[in-house]
RNA sequence: GGAGAAAUGGCCGAGUGGUUGAAGGCGCACGCUUGGAAAGCGUGUAUACUAUGUGAAAUGGUAUCGGGGGUUCGAAUCCCUUUUUCUCCGCCA
């Protein structure tokens, strides 16, 4: 979330940019800036009634080892309609306080300047493509006939164990998976990210503090008993590990990357795009996630970016990247990349990655902040996170672009990976 | 799952109702000392909110001794609850 000082100081600016991502603003930062007012006087009176209670305190305390019983005993009463005030004042602070936090958890990120207006992925920039389309024989088939054909990834059998969007991978659909997530942590590494193997389930406070919860609570699996959720994205563990840390400047950049099953409802997304691979309810992925100084988080993005890039450009994929526009960019995060592989079969465009500048939106709420060398102020951390990358598309792609009429062929970078070089 | 013990600052560790944000030590920073270093000496060393205020600073108030709640004029200290850790028992990959 914003920080109520940056609203305060830039009231105009925050509503203004935030038209950019189609987000009226107006009314909650009035409420805020209000409810900011009253928590200040609130706070201020409460606390000068318990300094009051503090030094009576402390006198009597004085009083009682002098032996002045009589007095102390006398001063004790000066302070039950102090008490009284207290109790109130403090009920009061901390439902002003509840009541600020769900406002300001109400406010998007703001987006970079170079966030281009629009309603939806149509209004999208395209600032970048690569690879080459191939050309598919003639009877190239979309990937759902291909994993039945050669019997690598089952669909049914993942409903029959748990239900639809939850696939067992078969044979060699399993090492290519295997194969992919060692190819890719493996690059990350190289990149200078270092490996985290995370918890599955997170709790609330770590939900929060990515921004999941509380608005996008459906979305996630739930565990009640134990109130635990499962991941939606190695991001929501591998961020939350710097939840209520103070980093030194010289800490940054921090680097890290995790290869972690995915889950995910995908409420209310059935019926759309939802065949075979392209979107599922459990699938694999590796993520990157780093914290840098405000200066540089930017030139942390477009190294992120570049980095993403030469992946998909090993695996000899056709992509283009994307300048999300303000319509469909995600609520946190002030600047998104999105990759597309094309997947010839489907002829369609397939996201595998999403590339991030948080800034500070998310620091805030982790509380992750850093000193300057010397300095004694906190400051608030960037954080960035992108995927590198997610697979169920990237097979997707796989299967698709490379299928021959012999059989599957397997892009070159992964053979040592897989062990084998076609799928037949 | 059952029984018991524990949780204090960057770390170790004292502290069972009264000027305790917290002794002492270690670490760290700065200064003195030195040809330089070590040792020694001195000073400093949490976070948030807030008031006054500044070029920067500084000073005051409030809160925080795992989390939440309570008792009390006053809680690190007493009570309740919850989480985590350790030991023993049970179960188990």
Redesign the pocket.
């Known amino acids: 979330m914003l ?3 940056f609203i305060q100081e830039n009231r105009a600016e925050v509503i203004e940019k935030l038209k950019v991502k189609n987000f009226d603003a107006s009314a909650i930062v009035d409420q805020i800036l209000q409810k ?1 007012e009253e ?2 006087q609130t ?2 009176n ?3 009634i ?2 009051q ?6 006198e ?3 009083l ?2 002098s032996g002045k019983a009589d007095e ?1 005993n006398a ?2 009463e000066q ?2 309609h102090l ?1 009284e005030e207290v109790k109130e004042l403090s009920q009061n602070l ?1 439902l002003i306080e509840t009541d600020l936090q769900k406002l300001l958890v109400q406010i998007p990120n703001i987006p970079h300047a170079s966030v281009p207006p629009g309603k939806g992925e149509e209004d999208n920039v395209e600032i970048k493509s690569g690879g080459t389309i191939p050309e598919l024989h003639e009877n190239a088939k979309p990937h759902w006939e291909l994993t039945k054909d050669f019997d690598i990834i089952d669909f049914e059998l993942g409903v029959k164990i748990t239900g639809a969007g939850f696939p067992v991978y078969k044979g060699k659909g399993a090492r290519l998976q295997r194969a992919l997530i060692n190819f890719f942590l493996d690059e990350n590494i190289k990149a200078g990210f270092s490996e985290i193997m995370p918890p599955l389930v997170v709790n609330e406070a770590s939900g929060f503090g990515t921004g999941q919860l509380p608005d996008k609570e459906g979305q996630m699996y739930h565990v009640g008993v134990d109130n635990l959720y499962l991941i939606p994205t190695a991001e929501v563990p591998v961020t939350n590990i710097y939840r209520d840390v ?1 980093l030194q400047a010289k800490d940054f950049p921090v680097k890290n990357t995790a290869y972690s099953a995915c889950f995910r409802r995908e409420a209310g997304s059935y019926g759309k795009d939802v065949r075979g691979l392209n979107r599922l309810h459990q699938f694999d992925k590796v993520e990157i996630v780093a914290l840098e100084h405000p200066e540089k988080s930017y030139a942390m993005l477009d190294k992120m970016v570049a980095h993403v890039e030469t992946l998909i450009q090993k695996l000899g994929l056709p992509y283009r990247i994307l300048r999300l526009c303000g319509g469909d960019i995600s609520f946190t995060s002030a600047l998104t990349y999105d990759f597309e592989v094309f997947s010839a079969a489907q002829d369609k465009w397939l996201e595998v990655s999403s590339v991030s500048n948080f800034e500070s939106y998310q620091a805030n709420r982790l ?1 992750l ?1 850093f ?1 300057e060398d ?1 300095q ?3 400051q608030l951390a960037h954080t960035l996170n992108g995927s590198a990358l997610a697979l169920p598309r990237i097979v997707a792609a796989i299967l698709e672009n490379y299928q021959t009429p012999d059989g599957i062929k397997i892009p070159d970078v992964l053979v040592d990976y897989c062990g084998f070089d076609y799928i037949k």
Not at 53 to 58: E, R
């Open positions: 920080t109520l000082k900011d928590r200040k706070q201020q409460q606390d000068n318990l300094s209670i503090n030094s009576i305190s402390k009597i305390g004085i009682f080892k102390a001063a004790k302070t039950t008490k901390a103070i509380k902040r000193k010397g004694k102020k906190t």
